[in-house]
């Protein structure tokens, strides 16, 4: 990395974060100072593209359920993703699952205590295993989110991407070198805390922050343009259309298997299609299709528009109902679920905003 005229040494860089962070951040989490490596990662992980308000609920939860690591391998997976239910990347779950399988049978429960071992553990990356090796075992691998991402940005007037390989080379050198020797744990989660209640990405509470008379982008009136992203997120759009087929106190269900969104997870029959079409129309045709026999007592209808953002894809989509008086001959992994046990299985955001506007009653 180039040598760089900045407005504060780096030195003193930590040293004032360092003073914020015992004098005046009372960002409370109940993760925070925690020195269990096994709720340090449950927290991190569940936390992996998730607000912390959001996430905060679901780790007390598991913590509850699962207080140590041999409980949380032994654990039905059935149970654990009905825990994970509505909190997304759903892949998370099965890494929870899969590592704490190998740490309770092959580690007889002991957590790896340095950089690398953590880092090969399935679902963690770089910053997972600096900041579980920091907060766990204060070694000097300082985080890197998108919390420090824009801190660092902003303070040293940082133009180069995040999001490329020499940004991520520049941010993580200097990351390096602005780390507390002596409290590296405290120091990632003041900057992280920092990140988060001060140097915000929206409305940055520049008037108060202790770095204001060195802070690049307030002196230059940018803060609104760091950090620099360089690539642009494409969407995928995809068509969902969903048969809500009841036979009797039936509804018909299956579990998603391919390696796609929302794996494991149950769901309805599902018709896909590249681009929207009448709905009305649609049941028509897969009444025919699939030879449905429809009861007379109550006329097929379909729901209102749904829709659900995604990192990289955006679902919309519509629920076809279908009461039918016989069942049809349906693939082999369609399960025939009672009404009353709808609330044992796991299903998608995008099914669960469905449900609770029209529950299953039996």
């Known amino acids: 990395m180039k040598t760089r005229q900045f407005r504060i040494a780096k ?53 509850k359920a699962f207080p140590d690591i041999h409980k949380l391998a032994k654990a039905p997976e059935s149970k654990i993703f009905k825990l994970w239910e509505g909190l997304g990347y759903y892949s998370r779950c099965r890494n929870l699952i899969a ?19 953590i880092k090969s553990l399935k679902g963690v990356g770089p910053y997972t295993a600096a900041a579980i090796s920091s907060f766990a075992f204060n070694l000097l691998y300082p985080v890197v ?23 991520k080379k520049i941010f993580n050198f200097l990351a390096e070198e602005l780390i507390d020797k002596r409290e590296p744990g405290r120091y990632n989660q003041a900057i992280m805390d920092f990140g988060a209640t001060i140097c915000k990405p929206q409305a940055p509470l520049c008037d108060t922050c ?62 896909e299609l590249k681009k929207k079409i009448n709905p009305g129309k649609l049941i028509n045709t897969t ?38 008086d016989k069942k049809p001959i349906l693939k082999n992994d369609w399960l025939w679920v009672k009404k009353s046990d709808f609330k044992q299985y796991t299903f998608p955001r995008f099914i669960n905003s469905f449900l609770s506007e029209n529950p299953i009653k039996s």
Not at 146 to 159: D, P, S, T
Request: glycine share 4%.
């Open 145 to 167: 989110d998108g919390n420090v991402y824009r801190v660092l940005a902003r303070i040293f007037g940082i133009n180069e991407p995040i999001d490329n390989t020499n940004g």
């Open 99 to 117: 590592t704490a399988k190998y740490i309770s049978k092959e580690l007889k429960g002991v957590f790896p205590d340095d950089y690398n071992s």
């Open 11 to 63: 030195g003193q860089f930590s040293a004032k974060l360092l003073k914020w962070d015992m004098e005046t951040n009372n960002r409370k989490m109940p993760w925070k100072g925690e020195k269990d490596p096994y709720r340090i990662w449950l927290s991190e992980i569940i936390l992996q593209q998730t607000r912390v308000e959001q996430g905060l609920q679901y780790y007390q939860n598991f913590i």
């Open 210 to 271: 202790i770095f204001k008379k060195q802070c690049y982008a307030f002196l230059n009136k940018n803060t609104g343009q760091l950090p620099v992203k360089e690539k642009r997120i494409k969407i995928k759009e995809r068509w969902f259309y969903y048969l809500v087929l009841e036979y009797k106190n039936t509804i018909a269900i299956r579990q998603r298997k391919e390696k796609d969104i929302w794996r494991d997870l149950y769901e309805f029959p599902l018709i």
């Open 287 to 324: 009444i025919n299709d699939l030879k449905l026999s429809h009861t007379k007592h109550q006329t097929p209808y379909s729901s209102s528009l749904y829709k659900q953002k995604l990192s990289h894809q955006l679902i919309s989509g519509y629920y076809l109902f279908i009461k039918i």
